[in-house]
């Protein structure tokens, strides 16, 4: 397995490279994004594909609906699950890591995690750097 950890700047060539890599996958995508999906990445994530891809954010969006589009996406935002069965052996409960993420914090996208060449890429400060160059 290959393992990146990106804790510098991150330039639009590495997010191309990461965007690159998504595109080469065969058999599945996941990816968690605390503060929302990329433009880049999102445009992967558009195209129709022959296998899953599992996105979990911070909280829905107005890019969630287009984002579940494609059949094999699934696109979910976090929360705590209603009152079930569960709860009798341990509540659900936030983390309290800081007030503006509640559920989210990690971000990684692990690529073909099942298949010949797995690929897993991570970084505390991705998205938050990703973010503040697109402004």
Known sequence: MRAYNKTGPVSVHAIAGVAAR????????????????????????????????????????????????????EVAGANILPHNEF???????????????????TKYILIDSLGDAPCLIGGGKLQRRIHAQER
């Open 87 to 105: 709860e009798h052996w341990l509540a659900e409960q936030l983390s309290g890591l800081n007030t503006r993420v509640k559920y989210v914090h």
């Open 22 to 73: 998504m595109d080469e996958a065969s058999t599945a995508v996941f990816l968690t994004a605390a503060f929302g999906v990329n433009d880049l990445l999102a445009e992967m994530l558009e195209q129709e594909e022959p296998y899953y891809r599992y996105v979990l954010l911070e909280s829905e969006d107005k890019d969630t609906e287009r984002l579940n589009a494609p059949r094999f996406n």
